[in-house]
């Protein structure tokens, strides 16, 4: 077959489909649905990509909520800026806010228990990236997302920013302790 | 790579050329979507449009208020 030459006028749909041409679609076809599916699967077995809620909120609002947390459930604070260490109870909603360049509380959950985590900026777009597992969610001001996390594994997790957010992005690091 | 273009190009049938005349009825529908060049523009800019723009605005809009 070459391409050299103005195709032959012909009915093309009443040709025979050449053997080679039918077995290209038909295993390209098949990875197509492969690749499909794998998203609806990833979502629902993977744990990473997470669906969330979302509500619409002001930075105002939400750090009045954050705080509140805080004041109620702080157990300790860490390192020479005083973080605070916050212990929420089971089952409860958990509040952690990005800000230029910070993610805080730094948060204290129990293993197997369930809690919503609510995510929002306080000024910028930041990118909530819990590691190892590699959990993402992006979050902006104005917008509440809530995640339903039930921690599997306890140790400690880090938090990082992974939407470059100005100068000091790369020292947005934040820490979830799961205890036993 | 030299192919004998005789025997690779005229698998057609004698006559089997362009559909006979009159006869709107043997031009599959799909094919006759894909004729008409207006139509393909219109389907281009519109299905994008509805599905992401006009989609994803609605959803933007109709987010609950937090409590």
Same mark, same amino acid.
């Given at each position: ?8 006028? /012909? #009915? ?12 290209? #679609?038909? #295993? ?5 649905? #492969?690749?499909?599916?794998? *998203? ?35 157990? /300790? ?21 990005? /800000? ?15 809690? /919503?985590?609510?995510?929002?900026? *306080? ?21 509440? *997302? ?17 939407e470059f957010c100005g100068i000091g992005h790369h020292t947005m690091v934040g820490k979830i302790y799961?205890?036993? | 790579? @030299?192919?004998? &273009? ?27 979507? &894909?004729?008409?060049? @207006?139509?393909?523009? @219109?389907?281009?800019?519109? @299905? ?20």
């Open positions: 077959m070459t391409t050299l030459s103005p195709p032959a006028e /012909r #009915i093309w749909w009443k040709q025979p489909l050449d053997r080679l041409e039918g077995t290209w #679609i038909a #295993i390209a076809l098949v990875w197509s649905l #492969i690749m499909f599916f794998m *998203m609806p699967i990833w979502h629902v077995y993977g744990k990473q990509n997470l669906s969330n809620e979302a509500y619409k909120t002001t930075p105002e609002a939400y750090m009045a909520k954050v705080q509140a947390m805080v004041d109620q459930h702080t157990v /300790r604070k860490e390192t020479d800026l005083q973080l605070p260490v916050v212990k929420p109870p089971p089952g409860s909603d958990v509040y952690m806010l990005g /800000r230029l360049w910070q993610w805080w509380p730094l948060l204290e959950l129990q293993k197997g228990k369930t809690y /919503r985590l609510h995510l929002s900026s *306080m000024d910028w777009q930041h990118g909530f990236s819990l590691q190892p597992l590699n959990v993402n969610m992006q979050v902006v001001p104005g917008y509440e *997302m809530v995640l339903t996390i039930t921690p599997d594994t306890s140790g400690e997790f880090t938090v990082i920013c992974n799961v205890t036993p | 790579m @030299f192919v004998h &273009l005789e025997a690779t190009m005229t698998d057609s049938t004698p006559g089997d050329t362009a559909p006979p005349q009159g006869s709107d009825a043997d031009i599959p529908a799909m094919q006759k979507i &894909l004729d008409n060049p @207006f139509l393909l523009l @219109f389907l281009g800019i519109m @299905f994008p449009t509805v599905l992401y723009i006009v989609w994803g605005v609605m959803e933007i809009v109709t987010i609950p208020l937090s409590h």
